[in-house]
């Protein structure tokens, strides 16, 4: 059974690099009836913190990527020092109280923190190739390496050893990554052919730029996914999103669901080439989700987003009321976000005034207007829309208005915005007596 993991290091949140490649993993293992592990890294104690490794564990559950075992490396220590012993006791690893020069150490300086010995293994001069299902063939030469340390001196194991050992004591398939983790690939087949372990097949994703180029970073797009989530993204739609950096379905389509792309998907058919992080383009594909979805499921979205700004009492608000509001302006957002902002007016007693709007629109006289307007909707029978616009259109024409010289006006005193969803779709929803009294407001004020 194919078998793959993603391995989060708990030392940061998951940011959406790190979420593109658990989503690799877990859509191969899908479309592939497979298991998908998550392995927690958590060997760094100094930095890696709980509050780090619950905000990876939300994140993808969120996404959607629910893993079908898990681990934590910092309760495995034992395992690893085993299998250091019995490379000591095979004479293919040895110990040392001053570790050889490794990256970033030059010299060799002690590393102790504990007194202990780090057991080191010995490298020979070897050819070492791989077959990735995304590059194709990479060949290695080994005699760039120095001696690897598998176990620090103060008795935790190194990356790469705790990589091989968990990879192959959890019957890892498929390693599929991000290609930053090419260099690591020689150094950890040395280790499965020193162990006498079966190697796992490699794929190595391309790295994601940033939008104006060059890798991502804490400057340069590499967001937490806890923070898309906050700024009002579907978790769909950023699946969606991830899903085309670096994978298309065909067809020129840029929407698809993760269901219907487990059917399509083809791990060999990822580009070789990075992608940049296009955020309009993240932006075009949740308005896509967000049109679709269901307005009821988007109600429970908003109604705490409201409740957060003021807007609301989320314990008595009315549900219907909001999904009503909600089926009226959710083709129109960007994001969840963009809601309380354009909807605030439906809720509140009275609008928030666009000064420069209310100056523009309000400042001549409309009483007479205002109010033969708000005689014709009280003498509707039936408050509907295609009632409410065939009054509004019967007036201006008795007037000899053109219909845009009062509808801007009359948007204003109701909404206290220039723009939003159409006149008499916002009227309906406002209900009849709240849109009079506003327009009876204005009309009261001289507006």
């Known amino acids: 059974m194919i078998r793959v993991r993603f391995a989060p290091s708990p030392t940061g949140f998951l940011h959406i690099g790190g979420a593109r490649t658990a989503l690799f993993n877990w859509i191969f293992a899908k479309s592939q009836k497979g298991a998908f592990v998550l392995r927690i890294e958590d060997t760094d104690a100094l930095r890696s913190k709980k509050e780090y490794v619950d905000e990876i564990l939300q994140s993808l559950d969120w996404l959607g990527f629910h893993w079908d075992e898990i ?40 590393r102790q923190t504990s007194g202990g010995q780090a057991v ?26 120095k001696d690897q340390v598998l176990i620090k001196s103060d008795g935790t194991p190194t990356y790469n050893f705790a990589c091989v050992v968990d990879d192959a004591l959890m019957r890892i398939t498929h390693i599929i990554r991000g290609d930053d983790h090419i260099s690591n690939t020689p150094k950890q087949i040395i280790l499965y052919e020193a162990l006498g372990l079966p190697i796992p097949v490699f794929a190595h994703l391309p790295l994601i730029l940033a939008t104006e180029g060059g890798r991502l970073s804490k400057r340069k797009g590499a967001t937490a996914i806890s923070e898309f989530r906050s700024m009002g993204y579907l978790s769909k739609a950023l699946v969606n999103f991830l899903l085309l950096l670096g994978w298309s379905p065909g067809e020129n389509r ?17 580009n070789k080439t990075a992608a940049a992080l296009d955020l309009d383009k993240l932006n075009w594909i949740n308005n896509q989700y967000l049109k679709a979805e269901d307005p009821e499921k988007l109600a429970d979205e908003v109604i705490p987003l409201l409740a957060a700004k003021g807007i609301i009492d989320k314990d008595t608000v009315d549900r219907t009321y909001v999904r009503l ?18 909807a605030d007016f439906f809720f509140l007693n009275d609008p928030v005034m666009d000064p420069k709007a209310q100056a523009k629109f309000l400042s001549g006289d409309l009483s007479r207007e205002f109010s033969l307007f708000c005689d014709r909707l009280a003498a509707l029978p ?12 019967q007036m201006v024409s008795e007037l000899n208005l053109e219909a845009k010289v009062l509808i801007h006006p009359v948007r204003v005193a109701l909404t206290g915005k220039t723009i939003g969803p159409g006149l008499f779709e916002v009227i309906y929803c406002l209900g009849k007596d709240r ?12 507006g």
Do not use: C, W
């Not at 910092?74 to 395992?79: A, G, H, L």
């Open 325 to 342: 509001v909600v089926e009226l302006l959710q083709a129109r957002l960007t994001t969840l976000n963009d809601f309380p902002e354009r």
């Open 120 to 145: 080191i293994l010995k490298i020979h001069p070897q050819k070492i190739v791989i077959t990735d299902l995304i590059r194709g063939g990479i060949e290695f030469d080994s005699a760039i390496l």
């Open 71 to 110: 681990y934590y490396q910092s309760q495995r220590y034992d395992i690893y020092r085993e299998y250091a012993d019995r490379l000591l006791k095979e004479g293919k690893a040895y110990l040392a109280e001053k570790l050889p020069p490794q990256e970033g150490q030059p010299g060799g300086a002690p």
């Open 435 to 446: 849109t009079i009294e506003r327009l009876m407001k204005q009309v009261k004020t001289g």
């Open 254 to 270: 840029e929407v698809i669901e993760p269901s219907e792309a487990i059917k399509l998907f083809d791990i060999k058919h990822i």
């Open 382 to 393: 039936h408050f509907e829309i295609s009632a409410i616009e065939e009054a509004f259109r």
